[in-house]
């Protein structure tokens, strides 16, 4: 068997130099040595998430980080608004839910993003409404949020604008203070190349005001405790120490490549994989107007059975790519090239997509996805 590579959206590939830090031996948290790790790691997220507020440390997943934005925000009765244009969007809802809020959802066809208009109309209808969530690069459909036109819309209001970037923070430009998002939440295993772990969110003054008078309850992610504990380069509970060590290698690469070089890398490979896609006789699923840099989300020719192709890509060739979720079971396949994903790992993934595609049935010109894909590499920018 060959060596395994993951093109999935999440976790993702782990840079070597990452790997490496990941397997040095523990050290203790309440020591200098670790807070002077700290003090770096902070100020590296604040590059990546182009932000100066305070940007907290949290030992879970994605998912965890989502949940403390709710919990922190939403207090039982509070009315809010969510976007449901796929799996994470959705979450935004049955969160809200869950801590008593009253989420008035805007439901987007999947493959399309939400219009600024649509959180206007609403915003203008109703001066209650608490806090409006987003989603940067909504992974389940491959699309991408206009985070600018929406945070337009909501920072002269009273709401607060929350952003799940997931998959999107370090991937996908998203400037925190220039446009006014309040609270971005993203975590370790899409483009920060990590295991999963640990999740990151940052918290806006406007944001801050609102958390101080929330009435949910909340412990471990009490953010009050996590303000309090930031201010002293410090953590409120035992951190993921070894993910947090990592996370510094993580960074450090971020800022010698520099956000502008990361960014136009993943254009130039998301625009390779559509190309390479389309060479193949299918066609990306989102519209052209929002597709996503972080990952490609490819339908699958009606021929064949997307479930089979994701089994047989990874089980005899050692390739994982991730299928359609939900309504989309079988009929996607998606392809991530966030983080560390290479030119050689893309080639690879669409070398062997080949191969199962024609075990599977579908009719192509031989090579002709791998071909179109190292003309879209050699391309100047
Ligand atoms: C991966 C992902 C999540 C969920 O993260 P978990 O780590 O599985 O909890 C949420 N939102 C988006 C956009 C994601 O890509």
Redesign the pocket.
Known sequence: MKEKLLLT??PTKIHPDILEALGRPIIHHRTTQFQDILKEVNEGLQYVFQTKNDIYLLAA???GG?EACVANLVSPGDKTITVEGGK?GE?WTELCQAYGGDPKVINVEWGKSVQPEQIKEILDGDKDIKAVFI?L???STAVTTNVKAIADVVKDTGAILVV?G??GVAVTDIQTDNWGVDMVVS?S??GFMLP?GLAFVSVSAKAHAVIEKATSPRYYFDLRKSKKAFAKTDTPFTPAIGIIVALNESLRLMREEGLGNLFARFARLAEATRTAARALGMTPFPDDACVSNALTAINVPEAVDGGKLVKVMRDEHGVSVAGGQAQLKGKIIRIAHMGCVNEEDLTRGFTTLEKVLTALGHNFTAGAGVNALQESFSQKV
Do not use: V
């Open positions: 959206p999440g997943s994605g998912t989502m994470f979450r989603t690069c909504e992974t799940d997931i998959s975590a295993h899409k999963p």
